[in-house]
């Protein structure tokens, strides 16, 4: 079981460490599911997180805990990236992740990932990330498109579409398509240092959960919905 640095929330951090200031965010968020990889990581309900995060320039430092709501599931994530800065307006971040695990099975990890981001159009930005798991031996690589749109000052909304390539990482016996992703999120400034955010996303499983669902008794369903909320404080 492996939570991914990248997609959404990397999309979000490179443009968070992009700067050369010191920031602080400490963050609680409750999500419907726990999915990753296309895949329901839980039996059964859905899962909060907290964290910290700190940047310093080019650098971000994390560390975060999620808990299951209705299951015996805790996860611990820490880790750090940093950000270099390419020429035409490209980004290349890279990271190492720590994982810990706890509940009915007690198991561990290492995530090292890449993230090269384009960054010359305000609205729209093409990213594609890769994270190897050292336990699993496996990669996987997600392409993602995120939108950024400001009807009002206050208010972002940012939706994506996202395809994922599983290479070892999520199932032992299969590589190739993973699952095609969508989203949209919606973030709101409730002052200078507060912010409320609502997401939705939906997954569609493709070649690689299609096989091991029917091949594997650990697939609950081949598509996924769900949704969940963030409060954040920066300081």
């Not at 329901?40 to 700190?54: C, M, T, V």
């Not at 994530?77 to 890279?94: I, K």
């Not at 290479?167 to 993973?178: C, I, K, M, T, Y």
Request: charged share 20%; aromatic share 14%.
């Amino acid at each position: 079981m492996k939570r991914l640095i990248a997609a959404l929330s990397l999309l979000t951090t490179c443009h968070v460490f992009a700067s050369d200031a010191s920031d602080t965010t400490v963050y609680m968020d409750w999500d419907s599911h726990y999915v990753s990889e296309g895949r329901n990581n839980l039996p059964q309900g859905g899962i909060f997180w907290s964290g910290i995060d700190h940047t310093d320039g080019a650098w971000l430092w994390y560390e975060r805990q999620g808990i299951g709501d209705s299951t015996n599931f805790i996860e611990l994530n820490m880790g750090f990236m940093y950000q270099f800065e390419l020429p035409n307006d490209f980004s290349l971040a890279t990271g190492y992740k720590r994982l810990e695990f706890f509940g009915d099975d007690r198991c561990s990890d290492n995530e090292l990932a890449a993230e090269l981001s384009y960054n010359a159009i305000a609205w729209l930005t093409p990213n594609l990330a890769y994270t190897y798991a050292t336990e699993a031996h496996g990669a996987f690589v997600e392409f993602s498109l995120s939108g950024h749109w400001q009807p009002f000052t206050d208010l972002t909304i940012s939706p994506y579409i996202l395809q994922g390539w599983d290479l070892g990482f999520a199932s032992l016996h299969h590589d190739g398509r993973n699952n095609f992703q969508f989203g949209i999120e919606a973030a709101y400034d409730l002052s200078s240092q507060v912010n409320l955010a609502l997401q939705i996303s939906h997954s569609i499983g493709q070649g690689d959960i299609e096989r091991q669902e029917q091949e594997e008794d650990c697939i609950d369903e081949l598509n996924q919905t769900f949704a969940g909320i963030q409060l954040s404080y920066r300081f």
